[in-house]
């Protein structure tokens, strides 16, 4: 964690604990990786300028870096459903294609956090670790993102979970729509915009957009 989240959710370090105790004693193997958990909280907490939800890990092994969505430059074979269909949006939004395919590392180093609701999953298992507590540090996490940023924070939030988080964004500029996966991005999803939408949100307020093909 940059020390500017630890500073921010001290109050949080016994949940975290508790957590860590509880995947110690999990015998089931998990993702992402010990050492990318927390990857999504590398910026720090001033550079966040946009904020995108996601709901888990992928389940797959060797698939998941610890941001939400995004995969790593090593996964060669076919990309997950819900990133294929981003990646799609983002064509069909700005006329261009993500350079860097299913990486979205690019976009975090722009001040985009790549938040999941829960930071681990058991391989094999989605929703898996649903009960471990990890949204309820989530919660924690985009409450001291609204109140640091106030309407200079651009919220993204696909689907269901990802909308539960609104009541906690405060008069943080929120873009709603559909989840990306397969069973829904055809309701709501395909042709929402999210990407001009937070580019035009983000320059009302004076802050750089967004290169979401970079």
């Known amino acids: 964690m940059h020390p500017t989240w630890q500073y921010a959710l001290g109050d949080c370090r016994d949940l975290l604990l508790l957590m860590e105790v509880k995947l110690a004693g999990d015998s089931r193997p998990y993702m992402p990786i010990d050492q990318r958990i927390m990857r999504a909280f590398e910026t720090s907490l001033n550079d966040v300028k946009v904020l995108l939800i996601g709901q888990d890990p992928y389940p797959t092994e060797n698939v998941a870096i610890g941001l939400s969505f995004a995969v790593d430059l090593e996964v060669s074979e076919t990309l997950p459903r819900s990133l294929q269909n981003i990646l799609k949006e983002v064509n069909d939004d700005l006329g261009s294609k993500v350079k860097t395919g299913g990486d979205l590392t690019k976009w975090a180093d722009q001040g985009v956090m790549l938040l999941n609701r829960h930071l681990t999953v058991p391989i094999g298992d989605a929703s898996g670790h649903d009960d471990l507590g990890w949204s ?14 106030g309407d200079k924070l651009v ?3 696909w689907g269901k979970q990802a909308a539960e988080v609104e009541p906690l964004l405060g008069s943080a500029q ?24 937070t580019n035009e949100a983000l320059k009302k307020v004076g802050r750089k957009p967004v290169k979401w093909d970079s």
């Not at 309820?136 to 940023?149: G, I, Q």
């Open 155 to 157: 919220a993204i939030l």
């Open 174 to 197: 929120v873009i709603k729509s559909a989840h990306p996966s397969p069973l829904s991005a055809a309701r709501g999803f395909f042709g929402s915009k999210p990407f001009s939408k």
């Open 136 to 149: 309820r540090f989530t919660d924690k996490v985009v409450s001291a993102l609204a109140a640091h940023h």
